[in-house]
């Protein structure tokens, strides 16, 4: 999923016609959009479109683009879509900061495939588009995007899975179950194809095995990244292949997921088995202190936020924001520029080491 094209593909310049007096900016369709000389007003809008409040992570992120936006002197229009019909909701939310006159659009996608009319709109009108955590598929209107390396923290969680069952039990075979994230969410495939970059070679080896033989992404996918989704799969699959059978681990592309998945276990009473996860979500770090969840990840959104608001006082200054990825990312229709933050792996032993910077994780892993 991180790489459509093969690199050094040339990416052919387009020109643009002069957009009106609400765009001061200069377009290119290959390694970004480039600022003019004035940029944008100090005081300028600044929109923020954010998926549903589904997780920690989500909810603190609204928090800390609207204080620091406002820190940084821009007016800002911080939105979350609604639990239901999420996708329209959070098309209008951008059609509406386009017609506010928004000079920059930070966009957590809910339906990475369904923003391209939008995006494409808010370029027409002198906008930079941001995807925030979750690449935008298929337009070439998007300028950058900014996340945690997505694909290097399902590499993280699948080299934490066979590391957790080796630490229970020396040598395998290993019997797992796979789940995946929500399939309108770009990053749930960037994450299981992580993960299975490391599982798969032990998969064909036979040292790992799929108990229900359920490893397609399709298979695995959790709708709407919804607890009770994971947690009515897991049932499932403890009544139907594990009556007898031993599971040694579970592939939970996240902390609510991994929290479901626990819950169905323990209900069947059966023993937990080594389970993923990722975003450092309170009551996760919590079960991982008391050895029940085996890992996390920390993607610090203190930071995530921290460098789009970055990225968008460049663009403001009229300079060329810093990316450090010119080359994983395409969205089908471009290679985005990317500015990627590093994922760290969790787990009981470096719980306390990782969170002793975070006010609200440290108290927790004394």
């Known amino acids: 999923m991180r790489k459509f094209l093969a690199r050094g593909v040339a990416v052919g310049a387009i020109a643009l016609l002069a957009l009106t007096a609400c765009s001061e900016r200069s377009d290119g369709d290959g ?20 998926p549903a409040k589904t997780s920690e992570n989500w909810v603190l992120a609204g928090d800390l683009f609207t204080n620091g936006l406002k820190e940084a002197g821009f007016q800002s229009n911080v939105q979350y879509a609604a639990a239901t019909s999420t996708v329209a909701d959070q098309q209008a939310q951008i059609s509406a900061m386009v017609t506010k006159g928004a000079k920059v659009i930070v966009i957590g996608a809910t339906d990475a495939a369904q923003l391209t009319t939008q995006v494409e709109a808010a370029k027409q009108a002198g906008a930079y588009v941001i995807a925030y955590d979750r690449l935008i598929k298929n337009t070439k209107d998007l300028d950058y995007y900014v996340a945690y390396d997505n694909f290097k923290v399902g590499q993280l969680q699948g080299e934490a899975l066979l590391k957790g069952m080796k630490a229970k039990k020396a040598s395998g075979p290993y019997t797992i179950e796979l789940f995946s994230g929500s399939s309108d969410d770009n990053n749930s495939a960037v994450f299981f194809d992580g993960a299975m970059d490391v599982l798969k070679p032990e998969i064909d080896k036979g040292t790992v095995v799929i108990g229900s033989g359920q490893k397609d992404i399709k298979q695995t996918a959790t709708d709407g990244w919804k607890a009770e989704n994971a947690q009515r799969r897991m049932d499932s699959l403890l009544t139907s292949t594990y009556s007898s059978k031993t599971l040694d681990g579970v592939l939970s592309p996240n902390d609510t997921l991994a929290r479901a998945i626990i819950t169905s276990v323990k209900g069947a009473g059966k023993a937990v088995p080594v389970v993923t996860g990722q975003d450092s979500e309170v009551e996760s770090v919590k079960s991982i202190v008391a050895g029940e969840q085996y890992s996390t990840i920390n993607k610090d959104t203190r930071n995530l936020v921290k460098e789009t ?19 994983s990312y395409n969205n089908g229709s471009k290679v985005v520029p990317s500015y990627l933050l590093e994922p760290v792996i969790v787990t009981k032993a470096n719980v306390v080491e990782a969170y002793a910077n975070d006010p609200k994780l440290a108290p927790l892993t004394k």
């Open 309 to 327: 608001i970055g990225m968008i006082k460049e663009l403001q200054a009229g300079n060329e924001p810093k990316v450090n990825d010119t080359e």
């Open 31 to 50: 390694a970004g959009s480039t600022g003019s000389e004035k940029g944008f007003a100090a005081n300028s809008l600044i929109g923020v479109a954010l």
